[in-house]
């Protein structure tokens, strides 16, 4: 499907629907002064050098749909009630829109000062106050020139204010280190020719200082690593939408580790353990944190040239250590153990983007 939208240079290229859920809701006290409110619409851009547009579509529709499982009202309609409005879940074409577009202008210049105010009314979605039933969100993704992307965000205010919006969003988001051990994983399944029903386990650790209760205090020197694991059959991370599967199948994973209890699983964790041993022969088990910042150390001479971090288990093929970057803001330096035989098209994959 395609057309013109808010007679711009923005053409859309698919439209759909991502939906959960099924019970109306009723509106909170706060939220019933907020039906005619004009929505909440954010517009973000990202560079995207090198990641292929459909990849990233695809990475935030699968995001999307698992974020809507922690904030259900998101994929419903407001819609009037005997005692006002509620927000429905049977409406006729139910689910969050979705818009796919792309614009020929430039990304450096979309994303200079001033410029992207004026083309936010073509790349955020609107939703129409006084329609009913009415959108409680709609996304648009799109291409910028060639290398950026804008994602647009609209959100009826009765579904939540800033605060709640952004807590939305954060959710939905995957985070830089999530993307980097999710193109790993990937890189390093094809690199080893994993057989495509083999089963390949991605292993982290969560800090549990902060989320214990009490809390211990972040001067706590012991360990309170809590183990992680994230299983796939290799068919899942060879398939074209790989990484966006990976991505958020490990976003998933952390957000569960972060919520409620991280030791309520305890007695799971030796069996899990014992099944990775097998599992690394074709799966993934990272270490070390971008959040340590080892390289803002000073011993009075100024901060290392170069920090190199040896694999806690130098002969384990599928270790990988994932720690900040010196000289590159919000970057990371990765190391990898992989067999020879892998580690020259692993390396290829990696830096390629493949």
């Known amino acids: ?7 711009g240079h923005v053409r859309v290229t698919n439209l759909s629907k991502v939906s959960p859920l099924s019970t109306p ?7 019933q002064f907020l039906v005619l409110a004009p929505p909440i619409r954010t517009l973000q851009l990202f560079s995207t ?7 990233i579509v695809a990475t935030l529709r699968e995001g999307l749909s698992k974020a809507l499982q922690h904030f ?19 409406c006729p074409d139910e689910g969050v829109v979705f818009i796919e577009a792309e614009c020929d202008a430039e990304f450096e210049r979309v994303v200079g000062e001033g410029e992207a105010y004026v083309r936010a009314e073509e790349l955020v979605p609107r939703i129409n106050v ?15 020139g060639e290398d950026g992307v804008a994602v647009g965000v609209a959100m009826h205010h009765v579904m939540g204010d ?10 939905w988001a995957v985070s830089s280190f999530e993307a980097v051990c999710a193109h790993a994983w990937v890189c390093a399944t094809r690199a080893r020719r994993v057989p495509a029903r083999a089963s390949t386990v991605f292993n982290f650790t969560v800090d549990c200082r902060s989320l214990l209760d009490p809390a211990l205090p972040e001067t706590y020197f012991g360990n309170a690593l809590k183990p992680c694991f994230v299983e796939a059959e290799a068919c899942e991370l060879l398939r074209d939408d790989g990484f966006a599967r990976a991505c958020v199948a490990l976003h998933g994973r952390v957000r569960e580790a972060m919520e409620g209890d991280p030791i309520s699983d305890w007695r799971s964790w030796p069996d899990w353990a014992e099944k990775l041993g097998d599992a690394l022969l074709v799966g993934m088990h990272v270490v070390s944190s971008p959040k340590f910042r080892s390289y803002d150390m ?12 040896v694999p ?21 330096q990765v190391t990898m153990v992989l067999a020879q035989a892998h580690m020259d098209e692993f390396s290829v994959l990696f830096m390629g983007g493949a």
């Open 1 to 7: 499907m395609e057309h013109n939208i808010h007679g």
């Open 25 to 31: 809701q009723n509106l909170s006290f706060f939220d």
């Open 49 to 55: 050098v090198g990641l292929p547009f459909p990849t």
């Open 72 to 90: 259900p009202p998101l994929s419903g309609k407001l819609a009037r009630c005997a005692h006002g409005f509620e927000i429905r879940f049977d």
């Open 130 to 144: 006084r329609d009913v039933p009415m959108e409680a969100l709609a996304v648009q993704v799109t291409r910028v």
């Open 162 to 171: 800033g605060r709640a919006y952004w807590s939305f969003v954060k959710a």
């Open 298 to 309: 000073d011993f009075g001479w100024g901060r290392p040239r170069w920090i190199e971090f």
């Open 312 to 332: 806690l288990v130098p002969d384990v093929a599928g270790t990988m250590v994932v720690a900040d970057a010196r000289d590159d803001e919000g970057g990371f």
